[in-house]
C-alpha cells in the first residue's frame, strides 16, 4: 500500500486522531504539499462523495471523514501559501433567516472543504443583508443557501434581489437546496444552480465555475 493509499484509508475509516501524524511523515518523507492535498485529501472526500451520492455511505459516515480530512488539513495549513497553494474557490454557506436547521447545511459545507473550496459558514438563521455583507467582504465565488422549511424559501429570493441591488450579482454564482428546495423554484427566484444533496452541490458548483 503507497502512503497515500494509507491517507485514502484513514479517511474512509474516519480515524481522525491518526491523520495529523500520516499527514505529517508525508511532509517529511518529501511528498509535494500539493500532491497530499489533490492526491491523498480530496481524492480520498471524492471517493466518500460518490458514495454518500450513491447511498452506499450515510451521515455519519460522511461526517466522521470529513473530519478526518480536515484533521489532515489542519497540518497542512502552514504550508499552504509558502507553496503558493490556493483554494478552488471561495464559499459563503447558510441557513437562511427563518430556519434553524443545520445538519444538511454542515454536510454541504463539509464536502465542499473536502473539495478543496474555502468555506465561510455563516449558520443559521442568516438574514439576507448578511449574506450580502460576506460576499462584499471576501469576493466570494458562490453562494450557497439551505432551506428546510417552505416558510423560509422566500428569503432565497430575498438575498438575490440584494446580491442584485449592491451590485455583486454578476460576480457570484448562487445555489439553493433544502428538502422543499426543487429545480423549479430556483429557476423562478433567478438562482445560477440547484442541488438535491451534499455530493450534487460539489458537482453543480463546479459546474458553474466551469462555465465562467
Same mark, same amino acid.
Given at each position: 500500500?503507497?502512503?497515500?493509499?494509507v491517507l485514502h484509508e484513514a479517511i474512509y475509516k474516519g480515524q481522525i486522531g491518526k491523520m495529523a501524524g500520516l499527514v505529517q511523515k508525508e511532509i517529511e518523507s518529501g511528498t509535494p504539499i500539493r500532491a497530499i492535498i489533490d492526491d491523498g485529501l480530496i481524492w480520498a472526500m471524492g471517493v466518500i462523495g460518490k458514495k454518500f451520492?450513491?447511498?452506499?455511505?450515510?451521515?455519519?459516515?460522511?461526517?466522521?471523514?470529513?473530519?478526518?480530512?480536515?484533521?489532515? &488539513?489542519?497540518?497542512?495549513?502552514?504550508? #499552504?501559501?509558502?507553496?503558493?497553494? =490556493?483554494?478552488?474557490? @471561495? %464559499?459563503?454557506? $447558510?441557513?437562511?433567516?427563518?430556519?434553524?436547521?443545520?445538519?444538511?447545511?454542515?454536510?454541504?459545507?463539509?464536502?465542499?472543504?473536502?473539495?478543496?473550496?474555502?468555506?465561510?459558514?455563516?449558520?443559521?438563521?442568516?438574514?439576507?443583508?448578511?449574506?450580502?455583507?460576506?460576499?462584499?467582504?471576501?469576493?466570494?465565488?458562490?453562494?450557497?443557501?439551505?432551506?428546510?422549511?417552505?416558510?423560509?424559501?422566500?428569503? &432565497?429570493?430575498?438575498?438575490?434581489?440584494? #446580491?442584485?441591488?449592491?451590485?455583486? =450579482?454578476?460576480?457570484? @454564482? %448562487?445555489?439553493? $437546496?433544502?428538502?422543499?428546495?426543487?429545480?423549479?423554484?430556483?429557476?423562478?427566484?433567478?438562482?445560477?444552480?440547484?442541488?438535491?444533496?451534499?455530493?450534487?452541490?460539489?458537482?453543480?458548483?463546479?459546474?458553474?465555475?466551469?462555465?465562467?
Open positions: 500500500m503507497s502512503n497515500l493509499a451520492k450513491n447511498n452506499e455511505i450515510f451521515i455519519p459516515e460522511v461526517l466522521i471523514s470529513a473530519k478526518a480530512m480536515q484533521a489532515g &488539513m489542519k497540518v497542512l495549513e502552514p504550508h #499552504l501559501v509558502k507553496n503558493d497553494i =490556493r483554494p478552488f474557490a @471561495k %464559499v459563503v454557506i $447558510g441557513t437562511v433567516k427563518g430556519d434553524l436547521h443545520d445538519i444538511g447545511k454542515n454536510i454541504v459545507a463539509m464536502m465542499f472543504k473536502g473539495a478543496g473550496f474555502e468555506v465561510t459558514d455563516l449558520g443559521i438563521d442568516v438574514q439576507p443583508k448578511k449574506f450580502a455583507d460576506a460576499c462584499r467582504q471576501s469576493q466570494v465565488d458562490i453562494l450557497a443557501m439551505s432551506s428546510l422549511l417552505t416558510t423560509s424559501m422566500n428569503t &432565497m429570493s430575498e438575498t438575490i434581489q440584494m #446580491l442584485t441591488a449592491s451590485g455583486l =450579482r454578476e460576480s457570484v @454564482k %448562487v445555489m439553493v $437546496g433544502g428538502a422543499p428546495v426543487t429545480q423549479e423554484f430556483a429557476n423562478r427566484i433567478g438562482a445560477d444552480g440547484y442541488a438535491r444533496d451534499a455530493a450534487s452541490a460539489v458537482d453543480r458548483a463546479k459546474e458553474l465555475l466551469r462555465k465562467t
